[in-house]
């Protein structure tokens, strides 16, 4: 069992609220990572870190942000929640060198009302 | 860039049979290749990971095998149960890259 935490697993938020999706991984990974999976779709990477104070944009445009002043700790944030930004949104670390294994959290289903 | 394909992209069979998941890749410079397991509105988990200097890993009824030089994965699941439903992704970390780049999954189902 991976030892990655995500919270909360569901949530449903009106328009214009900000929100921050809690991600925490006990592994000691300086390296992780944010997914954005809509239902039936592929995963699109968002936002990356490769330890403390180090963040990099994805693959995928995303409004939202990240910060990583702790090395367990990978919060995203959205300053303004949209509908579009419904989706489920996963986090994942992984071990700085080879062989680079991944393990992911359980995930946050977002819905914006 | 890396573009990982997974086909089929579903697939229906009954109980006891055995199958086989194909996942090919564009760029052989990788690190690992990983399968995960996602059920629908969860996580991923990790099934196998496969290191580049590898040809295969094998964990229980699941075998999953690794080519470079043809860009090719193939995961092998042995006598399937309805236990095994689920959306099947192929992942894999480039040595130019950042992150796991994924393909678009293989949806499993298995009928009693």
Same mark, same amino acid.
């Given at each position: 069992?991976? +030892?990655?935490?995500?919270?909360?697993?569901?949530?449903?938020? &009106?328009?214009?609220?900000?929100?921050?999706?809690?991600?925490?991984? =006990?592994?000691?990974? +300086?390296?992780?990572?944010?997914?954005?999976? %809509?239902?039936?779709?592929?995963?699109?990477?968002?936002?990356?870190?490769?330890?403390?104070?180090?963040?990099?944009?994805? %693959?995928?445009?995303?409004?939202?942000?990240?910060?990583?002043?702790?090395?367990?700790?990978?919060?995203?944030?959205?300053?303004?929640?949209?509908?579009?930004?419904?989706?489920?949104?996963?986090?994942?670390?992984?071990?700085?060198?080879?062989?680079?294994?991944?393990?992911?959290?359980? &995930? =946050?289903?977002? =819905?914006?009302? | 860039?890396?573009?990982?394909?997974?086909?089929?992209?579903?697939?229906?069979?009954?109980?006891?049979?055995?199958?086989?998941?194909?996942?090919? @890749?564009?760029?052989?410079?990788?690190?690992?290749?990983?399968? @995960?397991?996602?059920?629908?509105?969860?996580?991923?988990?990790?099934?196998?990971?496969?290191?580049?200097?590898?040809?295969?890993?094998?964990?229980?009824?699941?075998?999953?095998?690794?080519?470079?030089?043809?860009?090719?994965?193939?995961?092998?699941?042995?006598?399937?149960?309805?236990?095994?439903?689920?959306?099947?992704?192929?992942?894999? @970390?480039?040595?130019?890259?950042?992150?796991?780049? @994924?393909?678009?999954?293989?949806?499993?189902?298995?009928?009693?």
């Amino acid at each position: 069992e991976a +030892d990655i935490y995500q919270t909360p697993r569901y949530l449903v938020i &009106g328009t214009g609220k900000k929100i921050t999706l809690e991600c925490s991984q =006990t592994m000691g990974h +300086d390296k992780m990572y944010w997914y954005q999976q %809509d239902p039936g779709m592929e995963l699109h990477l968002i936002h990356y870190s490769y330890g403390v104070n180090s963040t990099e944009k994805g %693959d995928l445009s995303s409004e939202s942000t990240v910060s990583r002043i702790r090395t367990e700790h990978f919060p995203l944030t959205l300053e303004s929640a949209r509908p579009s930004h419904t989706s489920q949104y996963l986090c994942a670390s992984s071990t700085t060198g080879v062989p680079y294994e991944a393990f992911f959290g359980q &995930g =946050t289903r977002l =819905t914006v009302v | 860039k890396q573009e990982v394909t997974q086909i089929p992209a579903a697939l229906s069979v009954p109980e006891g049979e055995n199958l086989v998941l194909n996942c090919s @890749f564009t760029d052989s410079a990788i690190y690992n290749l990983q399968w @995960f397991r996602q059920d629908p509105g969860k996580g991923l988990t990790s099934l196998l990971l496969i290191q580049s200097s590898q040809r295969e890993q094998t964990s229980g009824r699941l075998n999953a095998s690794l080519d470079k030089s043809s860009g090719r994965s193939t995961l092998y699941i042995a006598a399937s149960q309805p236990g095994d439903s689920a959306t099947y992704l192929c992942a894999l @970390f480039s040595n130019s890259g950042y992150a796991l780049n @994924f393909g678009k999954g293989t949806s499993l189902l298995v009928t009693p």
